[in-house]
């Protein structure tokens, strides 16, 4: 610190301590521990996009349309719709109760159906994407209860395909002593 004879000003006291070096594991040794990954759950996706397009979402994901990126606090994904590679960034906001989504895609809509599958994609794929909610809770359970004797619970729907599968948890099936 011998150059800074010339400054008038005098640093305070605490920087004449040696940098302590931080122990940090070297980056990438470990994955990133995503403090500030905020999970959430498909009924937060359910706020932001209408039924329609999460079907149309997961009707993408289950085409195989969707390729997730690697990084650890926000959703990336390249999306390939029509012949279109859309890059879509998805990032989960904890706003205390709920959780928004700053979210972006190629193709230029706010809430699109590539969002939709990007984000339905890390919470198949991503375990650490899931938030615990009251549905998958009451999910657990249920799936394990009814095996095999019955049908998947929601199948009746016809087109049950509404994409949710934590919603299932919610049509009990008839209790059978
Ligand atoms: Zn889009």
């Known amino acids: 610190m011998a150059s800074a004879g010339k400054t008038p000003y005098r640093p305070p006291p605490f920087s004449a301590k040696p940098p302590q070096p931080r122990p940090m594991p070297p980056e990438g040794l470990f994955p990133n521990p995503g403090p ?4 959430f759950a498909q009924e937060d996706l359910a ?30 994904a390249t999306v390939s719709d029509l012949g279109r590679e859309l890059t879509v960034t998805v990032t989960p906001l904890d706003r205390g109760r709920r ?4 979210r972006s895609c190629g ?4 809430a699109c159906a590539h969002m939709a599958a990007a984000a339905m994609a890390a919470l198949d794929a991503r375990p650490e994407w899931r938030r615990t909610s ?4 009451m999910d657990q359970p249920v ?3 009814v095996k095999s004797p019955s049908p998947p619970v929601g199948e009746g729907l016809g087109r049950g395909d509404c994409g949710s599968e934590s919603r299932k948890g919610i049509f009990l099936p008839p209790f059978r002593a």
């Open 47 to 76: 706020r932001v996009f209408d039924v329609k397009t999460i079907q149309r979402g997961r009707t993408l994901v289950m085409a195989g349309a969707v390729r997730l990126g690697a990084a650890a606090t926000r959703v990336e």
């Open 99 to 102: 959780v928004a989504f700053e």
């Open 36 to 39: 500030s990954r905020v999970p």
């Open 107 to 110: 193709c230029g809509r706010s």
């Open 134 to 137: 009251l549905l998958d809770l």
């Open 143 to 145: 799936n394990a209860a």
